[in-house]
């Protein structure tokens, strides 16, 4: 092809969606490949290894975020029926939650609260402005919930959406560790703290551990994802942390 | 059929939930209302169809590829991340190790509370 073909083709690619889907799914694809290779190690999740692959093919390649994201939201909506699709699994567990429902909810209502405010308060102690404070506080919640509640208190949800992923990573890295040292072998109670902590990707890493690990880890999410959205705004309003 | 059946089915409960939050000024995300509103229909039906069940687990089983597009817009706030790293790294660690630590304290101790008292009404 001549050179002048290969530039005009290439100016058509870059401002195409076409693009922006077929490298995030490429990227994610071989992800999840050397996630796989590598025995599934939470520190080589598919999230970070795609994501580092495509902001690096967006800085050397010198395309725009947003024209990025003409392609990509198509992948970033499904979200939205992702989150309807946990009534699924958390009808499931109904019959877990039937036994266990008072330590569970109280569980849920505990780690909803610490993980929000202990989240504002050291970002505020450590001198992080307002809008990074607020954006950190749903940083345990399912992505697109998180997202929409940073949305609410006047965050910004894109940071949001990084925070999250990050925190979904650490969580999934540290929690057997944890565990280890605080001596808890129950599984009701791992999969209630890790789905609370670190929402789908830990859940995702539960799930690798114990089928019944996973489940809980998918009902705590799925309870913290409705409570979130429910009770995050005004409880830091209540403790004066919006402004 | 499958597919599409139930990806049309999880829409129309978003979209149900879009709308009432709208017109209801509620402060839940639209998506957040319809899981709502698809859990009580299960309830009252008593479990989902084979077409539900099929798109659910489809979406669920590759919910990390969902993040991706919102992870790259990381990108966009590297000037705040460069200048804040340090209190965003503290408080996403401290905070992680302490949420994790109390959530499963509560759990544990609750649950040891009930089983002590003869199982509760379980």
């Known amino acids: ?243 | 059929m499958r597919l599409i059946n139930g990806l049309a089915i999880l829409l129309v409960y978003q979209l149900l939930g879009e709308i009432s939050v709208h017109f209801l000024q509620l402060s839940v995300p639209g998506p957040v209302l319809g899981m709502l509103l698809l859990f009580l229909t299960l309830l009252l039906r008593g479990g989902p169809t084979e077409s539900m069940d099929t798109a659910s687990s489809g979406l669920l089983s590759h919910l990390s590829l969902l993040f991706v597009p919102a992870g790259v817009g990381m990108i966009v706030h590297f000037h705040r991340i460069a200048s804040e790293w340090l209190p965003i790294g503290v408080s996403l660690v401290l905070s992680t190790v302490i949420t994790m630590a109390a959530t499963a304290g509560v759990m544990l101790g609750v649950k040891h509370l009930v089983a002590n008292r003869g199982g509760g009404d379980a």
């Open chain 1, 1 to 243: 092809m001549p050179e002048a073909g290969l530039a005009t083709i290439w100016v058509y690619l870059s401002a195409s969606p076409l693009l922006g889907l077929t490298v995030t799914l490429v990227a994610y694809s071989l992800a999840h490949r050397v996630y796989i290779y590598a025995n599934a190690s939470p520190l080589l999740h598919p999230v970070v290894t795609a994501v580092t692959l495509l902001i690096g093919f967006l800085l050397l390649t010198d395309i725009s975020y947003q024209a990025y994201f003409e392609g990509a939201q198509f992948v970033h909506f499904l979200l939205g029926p992702a989150t309807v699709a946990l009534a699924i699994p958390l009808y499931r567990q109904l019959p877990k939650l039937k036994r266990l429902w008072l330590p569970v909810s109280l569980a849920v209502f505990t780690g909803i609260s610490i993980g929000a405010l202990s989240s504002v308060i050291i970002a505020r102690q450590l001198g992080a402005s307002l809008q990074t404070q607020i954006s950190l506080a749903p940083k345990s919640v399912t992505a697109p919930v998180a997202m929409g509640i940073s949305e609410k208190i006047g965050g910004l949800p894109s940071l949001t959406a990084v925070l999250v992923v990050a925190t979904g990573i650490l969580g999934a890295v540290i929690a057997g560790g944890l565990f280890k040292l605080l001596r808890i072998h129950d599984d009701s109670v791992k999969g209630i703290a890790m789905g609370i902590t670190a929402h789908g990707i830990g859940t995702a890493r539960a799930f690798q551990i114990s089928p019944e690990m996973g489940a809980f880890s998918g009902l705590a999410m799925a309870l913290s994802a409705f409570f979130s959205a429910v009770l995050l705004p005004g409880l830091l309003e209540w403790f004066g942390l919006l402004s």
